[in-house]
């Protein structure tokens, strides 16, 4: 199972986009609402996840996605249960995925230190301990992470080749007709 969480302010490209293309890949994605199943993005989409935080668990979990935007970066950050399944993702070596703002989510938790990831341009300081690349797309190891909205596609694409192969991903960017 992956799981994308959606906090009130988040950035609806980098949650739907990725959203769309997983399943695209024939893989299994609950969006998760953190403490509400309708949640109001940073541009006023309201989407209705499949999930409340509150129902999320760790059997069969495989990828945690933590999109960017603000105020929903904070309300990720604060959050106890998504600190408790990123903590969990990290320390039994699941893939995570975090794009914009949100890489600051593990980056405030410390679990960044020795890692290459890139961030929007102004979290780099809460990163902390990770070597911030200012790449477009940066991967290290299970952890992927992205700059910005600009580079969704591309986001979800890589998340999809770490689950369903870079042969499916590849499938994928060709019929969504992405260079």
């Known amino acids: 199972m992956i799981y994308i969480f959606l906090a009130p302010g ?14 695209r890949a024939g893989q299994a994605v609950q969006t998760v609402g953190v403490r509400e199943k309708m949640i109001t993005g940073s541009h006023g989409i309201r989407v209705e996840c499949d999930i409340t935080i509150e129902e999320a668990v760790i059997d069969g ?40 703002a949100a890489p600051s989510v593990p980056g405030s938790r410390g679990l960044l230190r020795g890692r290459r990831a890139t961030c929007y341009p102004g979290f780099e300081e809460e990163c902390a301990g990770a070597e911030m690349t200012g790449a477009f797309l940066e991967a290290d190891g299970r952890l992927i992470t992205a700059k ?15 689950l369903a192969g870079e042969a499916g991903a590849e499938r994928i960017r060709a019929a969504i007709m992405c260079r």
């Open 148 to 162: 910005g909205m600009g580079v969704a596609t591309e986001f979800g694409l890589k998340l999809a080749g770490c």
């Open 61 to 100: 979990l495989e990828m945690v996605i933590l999109p960017g935007g603000l105020p929903g970066t904070r309300h990720l950050q604060q959050d106890a249960d998504v600190g408790r399944l990123v903590d969990y993702a990290f320390q039994n070596d699941l893939w995570v995925g975090a794009i914009c």
């Open 10 to 23: 988040f950035e609806e490209g980098e949650a739907l986009v990725p959203l769309d293309i997983l399943r």
